[in-house]
């Protein structure tokens, strides 16, 4: 399977509402599955044209069970049903504007479970480009969620700068785009058409700002949904080398594998942002994805700390150290789901974090340390549990808000 579903399928629970079948997101690449046998004994399956012609009735809940199984069936198969009965779904549920779909959360999981039980994928998404599918596919399903008017709800974007938060005000449709234009340096990078050439994503989101429909309303779901349906689809098919490919941010760049797992936080902290601000219960990513961004962050937290050096905002090294030897480090221990150990080096962005030469530890929630990497806590309120060299741990702590940008 090569991108995210848009919600249930046909698995021993399918859910509906308002009468309406969930069903798997449409496959893009039919021809990446082998058919099945049929059953000895059973009867020929419908023509094409047949399937074709029941998606409207299968949309109403109005075909006979045999019918609907045999739709079903074919949709996990046929791209272009797939999508015209995804099309189907949407105009039907606008008639049941009126229920709201609280998703069950592990819907998905039971899902991907049965689709690929059946018949399992010879292009599967890369465990590097996980969390970008999972992060992305959860925040589609807060949306589709959400009432019209709760797109117009006020939402602040905080961040740091220098040694102060800063915020920005703007919608639930304004979050949207902003992770539509910044998605796009990633489109950008593997091939992709983007209609921004802005290079940073401060820029590329004021530009998508100002070229959007003001205000920005529930419409931007539909090209950023397909924008991450693309990319996701595009890396599985590119092969390994893809991993490595830069991806530019304008003054800094990271791998391809980086850079989608640095998407994949951005897009669960704003989710969460969303979520906060329409009322809607929102859980952090898997313990296994969570792991993987703050291992980003904290592979990042030398750099930071060396240029927030270079601009006076930190007290200087204290000692030389060569290339991959070891230096001073600070023990970052973090709890929780997707925590860990990271030792990490303060002299040196090129020194190693030796535990042997740890001066400092400090202890932090996994989530309260995706929170301070965000933006959205203050450095001085962070880590519940601080050990040894003061200045190394306010260093390490302010160069952690510091990774945080619109």
Known sequence: MTGPLDGGGPDEGREEVGGVPRIPSPRRAADNYEALPAPEGAPPPLPHKVLQSLLGAWALSACSPEETTAVEEHLTECAPCAEEALRLRDAVGLLHHERDLDLDPLLRSRVLENCLGRRPARIPVPD?????????????????????????????????????????????????????????????AIGLDDSLSSKTPTERTEDHWRGAHHPPTRAVRGPWRDQAHTLIRTVSFAGRGVAELSVSYGDFSLPLRDAL????????????DIANAVDYPYEPPSGAHLHGMIDLAARLLPAALAQRRRAGLAAPARHLVTAGAPGRSLHLEVEGSGGGDWYIALDSPAAVGSRDRKVAQVALDGVEFCQLVAGHIAPEEAAAGQDGDREAIRDVLFAAASLSRL
């Open 128 to 188: 590097w480009a996980g969390p970008y599918d999972a992060e992305t596919a959860r925040l589609d399903a807060l949306l589709r969620d959400i009432g019209d008017s709760e797109w117009h709800a006020p939402v602040r974007l905080k961040w740091f700068e220098g040694d102060r938060s800063v915020s920005r005000r703007t919608t639930v449709a304004g979050v949207i785009g902003h992770l539509q234009a910044v998605d796009g340096l990633v489109a950008t």
């Open 261 to 272: 797992v640095d998407r994949a936080f951005e897009c669960w902290v704003h989710a969460d």
